[in-house]
């Protein structure tokens, strides 16, 4: 695929469509969550295939229903002819918004990192203010943000901080975020042979879930690793999953030559969240033709994926403590789309006393930012129904699941805690805290 101008994101450079190859079985009907809860939405086959064969670059838009795709991948991995029906969907989406315009909400909910530094400085007033009944009708009257959803609260210190304030932490460079360790007084240096490895941790691990962060770090430590943090923005996730290829292409470029400059210096790069990962892995390259980006994906690993490497080659820490709970394990939408399995299962299973079952279900609704806005807020609920009763059935003590919508979810479904699989990880490891 040709490079394309940084500045913008040329249409002509998108994926070819492969929509006459489409058999028309309707596989991908069966597994849609959105078509089966609202006619709303005539389906994967129809938005996607379907009617690409109708569409013309220089006609307008007329696919009002597409916005509601929840971007599940799930009709990708169902499509016996491999049709990039989620892709279809996305530029058909993108077309639709560009000429629609978008709300000043979609902005906010993409672009929560401008100021996420600063509601976590803030997070006691910030927290206050997000639980308020009556901020929350302003947003939901002003905004459409559906003042039944549960804000996510901000902490302090963010991870960054907490990454280089830690006392078992070594000096680093000013400047930007965490960059090679320099050694230095009052610190025991890192022997040269350690291995290295990067993370890129994530907005909402940095502000909302500083503790996933802390796990990452402390089994990674654990198993002999030193943890390097390459600067970093946002993965531009949110933004694509609004149909903003530009702004997501505007991230992108600013990740991509610094995790290309770790990767050159022989460090793998672990993600711990399952959207961002995949949005590195396949969309930087596929979707928003981003230079190196092909070279970063094949050093990029899920969490658990490089941790089921270690266990391998025997290099995996299993002196795991017993640790008698009934859990139940989700595995996200993005992470089934990666095609690696479930490695967070089979390392878990690893724990003593832990009683731990794999939840039944597909798609839970939440969609990244699909889920907070009014008109679609009730659809999200429906499509979350069916893993709401499968962890009813398990009635377990805690739900654990990689990606941090679903854990957004879950709770507003459930009321039960959620947590992401490492952190649990974290706690077998008695010598980790």
């Not at 009907?29 to 089966?36: F, H, L, N, T």
């Not at 930012?369 to 398990?394: C, H, M, N, P, V």
Request: charged fraction near 25%; include cysteine.
């Amino acid at each position: 695929m040709a490079t394309v101008n940084s500045k913008r994101m040329d249409k002509k450079t998108w994926p070819k469509s492969n929509a006459d190859v489409c058999i028309r079985c309707a596989t991908c009907m069966a597994v849609c969550p959105v078509s089966r809860v609202t006619p709303l939405f005539p389906g994967p086959k129809q938005a996607g295939p379907g009617a690409e064969r109708f569409r013309k670059s220089g006609d307008s838009s007329v696919d009002e229903w597409i916005d509601l795709c929840i971007g599940c991948h799930l009709c990708d991995m169902a499509c016996s002819s491999g049709v990039n029906i989620s892709e279809l969907n996305l530029m058909a989406k993108a077309k639709y918004l560009d000429e629609k315009g978008r709300p000043l909400r979609d902005w906010f909910l993409t672009h929560s990192f401008l100021f996420a530094g600063l509601a976590s400085f803030f997070s006691a007033i910030t927290n206050f203010l997000l639980k308020n009944q009556a901020v929350k009708w302003i947003a939901d009257s002003l905004l459409r943000i559906e003042r039944r959803r549960e804000l996510p609260a901000y902490q302090s210190p963010t991870f960054r901080q907490w990454f280089r304030k830690r006392p078992s932490s070594p000096p680093f460079e000013k400047g930007g975020d965490a960059c090679l360790p320099l050694g230095g007084q009052g610190f025991e240096p890192y022997s040269k042979d350690r291995k290295k490895v990067a993370y890129f941790y994530g907005c909402y691990t940095n502000t909302n879930e500083v503790d996933v962060g802390k796990a990452t770090v402390q089994v990674l430590e654990a198993n002999g690793l030193e943890v390097i943090l390459p600067p970093q923005e946002c993965c531009g996730l949110p933004m694509l999953g609004n149909g903003n290829f530009k702004g997501a292409r505007k991230m992108g470029l600013k990740n991509v030559p610094s995790l290309l400059k770790a990767v050159r210096s022989g460090l793998d790069i672990l993600f711990s969240s399952t959207s961002c990962g995949h949005m590195i892995r396949h969309d930087y390259s596929h979707l928003l033709a981003i230079p190196g980006t092909e070279e970063v994906a094949h050093h990029l690993f899920d969490l658990f994926e490089f941790l089921r490497n270690l266990r391998e080659r025997g290099n995996l820490n299993i002196h795991f403590k017993e640790l008698p709970l009934k859990i139940a394990y989700f595995p996200p939408c993005h992470l089934r789309s990666l095609g690696i399995g479930l490695p967070a299962l089979e390392i878990l299973r690893l724990i003593p006393g832990l009683e731990i079952e794999n939840i039944e279900a597909d798609c839970c609704g939440m969609g990244g930012t699909f889920g907070f806005k009014k008109e679609k807020y009730e659809i999200s609920q429906e499509i979350g129904k069916d893993l709401k009763e499968a962890i009813d059935r398990l009635n377990p003590e805690i739900v654990l699941t990689d990606c941090e919508g679903c854990r957004m979810q879950i709770r507003h479904l459930t009321g039960l805690k959620v947590l992401h699989p490492i952190q649990i990880l974290r706690d077998a490891l008695s010598d980790t805290k």
